[in-house]
C-alpha cells in the first residue's frame, strides 16, 4: 500500500473482517450524524434551572418573611459572647500604665 492503514482498516483486520472502504465511510458518516444530533439536542434543550439571585429567597423556608424583619428589629446581642460597649473600647492609658494596673491587680 502507499499509505500506512488507518486505524479503523487495523481494527477491521484485527477482528479478522475484510476491510471494505465503503462500509467504513458509511459508519464513519453515521457517527457523525450522531454527533450533530447529539449536539443539537444539548443546543435546543431547556437550561438548567440557576442559582436563586436573592439570599432571601433561597432560605425563605428557613427565615420566613414577616417574622424575621420583625426579630431583627427586636434582637440585642448578649453579652455572654463578648459585645463589648464601645465606652470600654475607648482606653486612653499608655502601655505602661496599663501593664501597672495588671500588675497592681496581680499583687492584690
Not at 79 to 101: F, L
Request: charged content about 40%.
Amino acid at each position: 500500500q502507499e499509505f500506512a492503514p488507518s486505524d479503523e482498516e487495523l481494527e477491521a483486520y484485527r477482528r479478522g473482517e475484510e476491510w471494505d472502504p465503503a462500509r467504513a465511510e458509511e459508519r464513519r458518516r453515521l457517527r457523525e450524524l450522531a454527533a450533530q444530533q447529539e449536539e443539537a439536542e444539548l443546543e435546543s434543550g431547556p437550561a438548567p434551572p440557576g442559582p436563586p439571585n436573592d439570599y432571601k429567597d433561597k432560605y425563605r423556608h428557613l427565615i420566613g418573611s414577616e417574622a424575621a424583619k420583625a426579630a431583627a428589629r427586636t434582637m440585642e446581642a448578649n453579652k455572654a459572647y463578648g459585645c463589648v460597649p464601645v465606652a470600654n473600647k475607648r482606653d486612653t492609658r499608655s502601655i505602661e500604665e496599663a501593664m501597672n494596673e495588671i500588675r497592681a491587680k496581680k499583687r492584690l
